[in-house]
């Protein structure tokens, strides 16, 4: 979906019901043929994270071939759930190794009002912030050539995230 100057895609990370995730999959494959033709700024979103240092779920390898086919398109945002936390994570590469100048950020926004398994375990590599006790929503602001983001938590909570970026 094309909006403004963001193209936005959502994928179905359940890849044991959808005959799989990995390179070569069609989800892959529509992946990568929906991003040929990217405008300057894109988000992906899908439920289960490729990194996240949520003590219940963590990590799922099984998406890296789309952070892969992502990275290599500049894609800026990924977006997901699966840990009831939130966790934001620096510009980073499919392998999670750090990479500023062209990484995608990861945003595991697990935040919506379930109160189990909301801890966490070690910190992953580039985990910037990292919080499990408030419930609240990741309000993005998607502009031509950039974004702001703000977590908004619920009433009576002081858990604040805020920044902004500009498209790689």
């Not at 919506?112 to 801890?119: I, P």
Request: proline fraction near 5%.
């Amino acid at each position: 979906m094309q909006l403004g100057g963001w193209h936005i895609v959502a994928l179905n990370s359940e890849c044991d019901q959808i005959g799989g995730c990995g390179a070569g999959s069609a989800e892959e494959q529509w992946l990568r043929k929906d991003l040929a033709d990217r405008v300057p700024c894109t988000l992906a979103c899908w439920h289960k994270p490729l990194v996240s240092s949520g003590a219940k779920h963590g990590d799922d390898p099984e998406t890296k071939a789309f952070w892969q086919v992502l990275y290599d398109a500049g894609a800026e945002i990924v977006i997901n759930g699966h840990d009831h936390d939130y966790e934001r994570f620096a510009p980073q590469d499919p392998n999670g190794v750090a990479d500023p100048s062209r990484g995608i950020r990861e945003f595991v926004v697990g935040t919506g009002g379930k109160n189990s398994h909301r801890a966490f375990g070690k910190a992953d590599a580039n985990s910037d912030v990292r919080n499990a006790d408030t419930f609240g929503v990741l309000k993005l602001a998607l502009r031509p050539g950039s974004y702001s983001r703000e977590f908004v938590p619920q009433a009576g909570k002081t858990f604040s995230d805020s920044g902004s970026a500009v498209c790689n």
